[in-house]
């Protein structure tokens, strides 16, 4: 693996390319030429621009705590969940992933444990310290409607409507 300092900076130019010109601009000779490093040096780390990309989102930052408590803890995590995966370039980013995750099941495996099953145990915890009976079951229904429509390009929950769905529910599970 690359330097720290090296892989940082190519972590920086995915990311920043793909702000700048979008996830098509995505080339071992752009992040190259954007990180200033050699084309051997990306391959010497990641055998391909998703393995790059996927290692960029996965380095992202966590999110801040919040100061909420019970339902509105949840709210707040899926509220900055749903603004996270709206915004660009994340948004395109995730749905080149996407695109990856169906054909190829080492990108799937490193989805699912590296960015999916960190933020699912964090919304289970915050669901079961909400008081769900079945915090696993609760959160797949939470989640569930997020994904369709992020997936399908609908319009995401905002304010009241994604708190009326997180009380829904969550009164499912009393």
């Not at 098509?24 to 990306?42: D, F, N, R, S, W």
């Not at 009976?133 to 409607?145: D, F, I, K």
Request: aromatic residues 6%; contains cysteine.
């Amino acid at each position: 693996m690359a330097r720290p300092g090296t892989v940082k900076r190519v972590h920086t130019a995915v990311l920043d390319l793909a702000r700048r010109a979008g996830p098509t601009a995505l080339t071992m000779e752009g992040i190259a030429a954007e990180a200033g490093v050699g084309k051997q040096t990306l391959y010497r780390s990641w055998p391909s621009v998703t393995a790059i990309l996927f290692d960029a989102l996965a380095q992202g930052e966590e999110a801040p705590p919040t100061d909420e408590q019970g339902a509105d803890s949840v709210e707040a995590v899926l509220g900055a969940a749903i603004e996270e995966i709206s915004a660009e370039p994340q948004c395109s980013l995730l749905r080149v992933l996407a695109a990856s995750i169906q054909t190829d099941e080492t990108v799937a495996q490193e989805f699912r444990e590296r960015l999916l099953a960190p933020q699912i145990a964090e919304i289970r915890d915050l669901v079961r310290e909400a008081g769900a009976r079945e915090p696993a079951r609760v959160t797949e229904m939470l989640l569930a409607p997020i994904f369709y429509r992020w997936f399908m390009r609908l319009p995401q929950f905002q304010g009241q409507e994604l708190t009326g769905h997180v009380r829904a529910v969550m009164a499912l599970d009393r």
